[in-house]
C-alpha cells in the first residue's frame, strides 16, 4: 500500500503541517526504513518483500526527497527536526516504538531514533555520523558530484546508459558493489530522485557539523557495513562499535554503501536478527 500522511511536528513557533509519503506492507511487529540522502524509499525494494513476511513494513520518503513534499518554511533539515518529523510520523500511524532499519542518512536518524527511546530497535547499514573530518568531506563531494550530474545528465541519456550493465555501472557504482543487478527502471528512477530531490542542499549543509557520539544502554543495536562501501568507508563501522560497544558490528561481504540490492537475502536476514 501506497500512501501519504500528514500531521503537526512541534516547533518553537506553533505546530507546523509536514506531510510524508510511505509504502506498507506485511504483517507482524513494525519495521520503519528509512532511506539515505538523494536516494528514496525504493531503495529498500529488493528486500521489502523478504521482511513483509515476518514484519510489518513500512518504508518511508524523507521530507524534500522521494514522493514526500519539502519541508514547511520555517523548519529545518537538521537531525533534531528530522527526529521530531518521525517521531511525530510514529504518532499519526499509531506505531508504538516500531523497529527501525536506516541506511546511510537514513542509519543516522535510526540511531538518534534510538537514543530518544523513540524505537525498540535498530539496524544501520553504513551509517553516516561516524566520520572524521577527512572522511566527511571526501563522502561530501562525491554526493555533490552525483547530484550535480545528475541534474545536468538529459533524460534520454539516463535512459540509454540505464539499458546497458555497463551504464548502470556508470551510473550508480558509487553506491552499489554490484550495479549491473540493478533494473534499468530503477536507476532511472533514483537517478531523477537524486536530481529532483528537494530537501537534498539543506540536508547536506546540515550534515558538515553532525557526528554521532552517544551510547545507547538497554537498546538493541546492529551496525552493518559493506566491504565494498567506496562512500562511508568500512572503518567507520569500528569507530561505531567504540562508541556503541553493546552494539553487533556485522561484516556484510561484497556489499557497496547501499547493500540492500547487492544482497538483499543477506541484509533482509540482517534486519530480521536486528529486530528479533
Known amino acids: 500500500m501506497t500512501a501519504t500522511v500528514s500531521f503537526p511536528v512541534p516547533t ?83 506505531l508504538e516504538r516500531p523497529h527501525v532499519a536506516g541506511n546511510s542518512l537514513g542509519g543516522l536518524l535510526a540511531l538518534e531514533l534510538g537514543r530518544e527511546k523513540r524505537v525498540r530497535s535498530v539496524t544501520a547499514l553504513s551509517p553516516a555520523g561516524f566520520w572524521s573530518e577527512a572522511e566527511r568531506r571526501y563522502a561530501f563531494g562525491v554526493l555533490l558530484t552525483m547530484r550535480h550530474l545528475s541534474r545536468r545528465m538529459p533524460l534520454p541519456l539516463v535512459e540509454s546508459l540505464s539499458r546497458t550493465a555497463a551504464g548502470r555501472t ?12 540493478r533494473s534499468p527502471e530503477a536507476v532511472v528512477a533514483e537517478t531523477l530522485a537524486l536530481a529532483r530531490a528537494t530537501g537534498f542542499d539543506q540536508t547536506l549543509r546540515a550534515g558538515t ?68
Open 12 to 94: 518553537a513557533h506553533g505546530p507546523r503541517p509536514v506531510t510524508v509519503s510511505y509504502a506498507r506492507a506485511g504483517r507482524g511487529e513494525p519495521l520503519l526504513l528509512l532511506h539515505g540522502i538523494g536516494h528514496h524509499r525504493q531503495a529498500w525494494d529488493p528486500v521489502v518483500d523478504i521482511l513483509a513476511a515476518e514484519r510489518d513494513v513500512i518504508a518511508v520518503d524523507l521530507p524534500g526527497f522521494g514522493a514526500s513534499p519539502s519541508l514547511p518554511d520555517g523548519l529545518a533539515y537538521d537531525l533534531p527536526t528530522t527526529t521530531a518529523v518521525f517521531s511525530a510520523f510514529c504518532e499519526a500511524l499509531e
Open 170 to 181: 556508470a551510473l550508480t557504482s558509487t553506491i552499489y558493489a554490484r550495479p549491473g543487478r
Open 209 to 276: 557539523t553532525v557526528k554521532f557520539t552517544d551510547d545507547l544502554p538497554g537498546l538493541p543495536v546492529t551496525v552493518a557495513w559493506g566491504t565494498r562501501d567506496w562512500l562511508l568507508v568500512r572503518r567507520q563501522g569500528v569507530r561505531a562499535k567504540q562508541i556503541i560497544p553493546r552494539a553487533r558490528l556485522v561484516r556484510l561481504p561484497g556489499c557497496g554503501h547501499v547493500p540492500m540490492n547487492d544482497d538483499p537475502a543477506l541484509v533482509a536476514r540482517v534486519l530480521l536478527d536486528g529486530s528479533r
